[in-house]
C-alpha cells in the first residue's frame, strides 16, 4: 500500500511513469476506476473496424480449449491495467491443465534487487 499512495503522490504530480504503474497497481488492488481511468486510451483516428458479418460468438474458454488441445504452446495478450485479463487468464489455465498444459509463463515481473 505504500507503494501504491506513493504512485498517486507522483501521479498527481504529473510524473507520467508513475500514472503507468499506478494503473498496474490498481487492477492488483481492485480499484478498477483508477485503473481503467487513469491512461487515455484514444482509438486511432484511421482505426477500421473488423468486418464481422458471418462472425459465430462462441465461448472463448471452450475455443481456446479445443484450439489447444494439438498445440504444446497457447499464448495469451492481456492489459496489465485490466484485473479482468488475469481473472480470465486463470480460467484459461484452469481449462488447459487437463489437457497436459503445466507451465505459465509471462514476460515481466518486478524485481525487489
Known amino acids: ?58 465461448r472463448a474458454l471452450d475455443a481456446i480449449a479445443a484450439a489447444a488441445a494439438d498445440r504444446q504452446i497457447v ?3 492481456e492489459a496489465h491495467d485490466h484485473s479482468r485479463h488475469r481473472a480470465f487468464a486463470a480460467q484459461v489455465l484452469r481449462r488447459l491443465r487437463p489437457l497436459g498444459f503445466g507451465w505459465f509463463g509471462a514476460e ?3 524485481s525487489r534487487q
Not at 487492477?27 to 485503473?35: I, N, Q, S
Not at 481503467?36 to 482509438?43: C, K, T
Open 1 to 58: 500500500m505504500p507503494q501504491y499512495l506513493d504512485l498517486q503522490a507522483k501521479t498527481a504530480a504529473g510524473e507520467e511513469a508513475a500514472r503507468w504503474q499506478l494503473s498496474q497497481y490498481a487492477a492488483l488492488l481492485g480499484d478498477e476506476t483508477t485503473a481503467l481511468g487513469i491512461v487515455p486510451q484514444p482509438r486511432r483516428a484511421n482505426a477500421r473496424l473488423p468486418d464481422l458479418t458471418g462472425a459465430t460468438a462462441v
Open 75 to 77: 499464448i495469451l495478450n
Open 108 to 110: 515481466a515481473f518486478m
